[in-house]
């Protein structure tokens, strides 16, 4: 049965502030406390999962032992159709700048400079040199684990399909967003108020699967 989500303090088991405050501004008026990992001094656990469930669930997992309260982490990432869902979980991997580290090198490199033009750019290579005429389909998945104490866990997924351009477009959003059309809009997320994407993203789907089920 599902498990009731009570008043009281929630670890987001994330050292990504952004993500915190936008956790907060959801389940603070439903009496829910967030506590970042960092407030918490948690380290940040390897992503060795194969799938976004199996990464948000060990992450989850680790900050509930630890803390001794429950835990929800967000996991996410670009699947494009015609590279067979890559990069997927390694989404964020393929925006690291030093050329040495193999992009899906296993745990351990997953830190060190960003930059997502590069991560948008291999895309769009890898899409071209497959065949110029490749689909362009493409989704985003939110993944979110919630596991307390006693082992109990809830998991929930969130989607949102579109397209992708080039040349990227926008400056607002984050990571693939300046190359990503959600379909039936003519706009990039990169391109829209932020509150126009929050409310048809892969995040805002989970969080509404989430809402539904535990609170
Ligand atoms: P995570 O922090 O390990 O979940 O990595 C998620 C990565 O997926 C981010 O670094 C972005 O590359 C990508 N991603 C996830 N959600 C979005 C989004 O809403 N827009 C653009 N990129 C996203």
Known sequence: MTRKLEAGKLVIASHNEGKVREIRDLLGPQGIEPVSAAELDLPEPDEIGATFIDNADLKARQAADLSG?????????????????????????????????????????????????????RVQDELEALD???SRNAHFICALAVCWPDGHSEWFEGRVDGTLVWPPRGENGFGYDPMFVPAGHQTTFGE????????????ADAFARLVAALL
């Not at 829209?192 to 995040?203: E, T, V």
Request: glycine share 8%.
């Open 132 to 134: 110029p005429d490749a």
């Open 69 to 121: 309260l429950p835990a929800l982490v967000d996991d996410s990432g670009l699947c494009v159709e015609a590279l067979g869902d890559r990069p997927g979980i390694f989404s964020a991997r393929w925006a690291l700048a030093d050329p040495r580290v193999a992009p899906e090198a296993g745990p351990g490199h997953v830190e060190g400079t960003r930059d997502f033009m590069r991560a948008m750019r």
């Open 192 to 203: 829209m108020d932020p509150a126009d994407k929050h409310a048809i993203s892969h995040r």
